[in-house]
Nanobody
Framework: QVQLVESGGGLVQAGGSLRLSCRAS????????MGWYRQVPGSQRELVAY???????SYADSVKGRFTISSENAKNTVYLHMKDLKPEDTGVYYC??????????????WGQGTQVTVSS
């Protein structure tokens, strides 16, 4: 059974930084795509960033230049480095993982979510 365990959320002032971590375990197959979704109340989850095979990255327009995704294969861990945070970055951040990009967009494995709150 695949488990994704997140850490690193919290409360930060606008302009500050946070780093989220997510460690995957229990998969019988390589999870080639790992990333982060964000959800605010009343809205659908938004794919914020993902990384494919620890090399190819993609970001939502709203976070480009401020967020950086990286991973460590040996630790099955993905990170989201967030800087210059804005109040609109507030939400629950969910780690997600999948075998490929298509599944990542449809039905990935999910972490439990970690709250990020950016105060103005």
């Amino acid at each position: 059974q695949v488990q994704l365990v997140e850490s690193g959320g919290g409360l930060v002032q606008a302009g500050g930084s946070l780093r989220l971590s997510c460690r995957a375990s229990g998969s019988r197959h390589t999870l080639n795509v790992m990333g982060w979704y964000r959800q605010v109340p009343g809205s659908q989850r938004e794919l914020v960033a993902y990384i494919i095979s620890s090399r190819i990255t993609s970001y939502a327009d709203s976070v480009k230049g401020r967020f950086t995704i990286s991973s460590e294969n040996a630790k099955n861990t993905v990170y989201l480095h967030m800087k210059d945070l804005k109040p609109e970055d507030t939400g629950v951040y969910y780690c997600a993982a999948a075998l490929n990009r298509q599944i990542m967009g449809e039905s990935p494995y999910w972490g439990q979510g970690t709250q990020v709150t950016v105060s103005s």
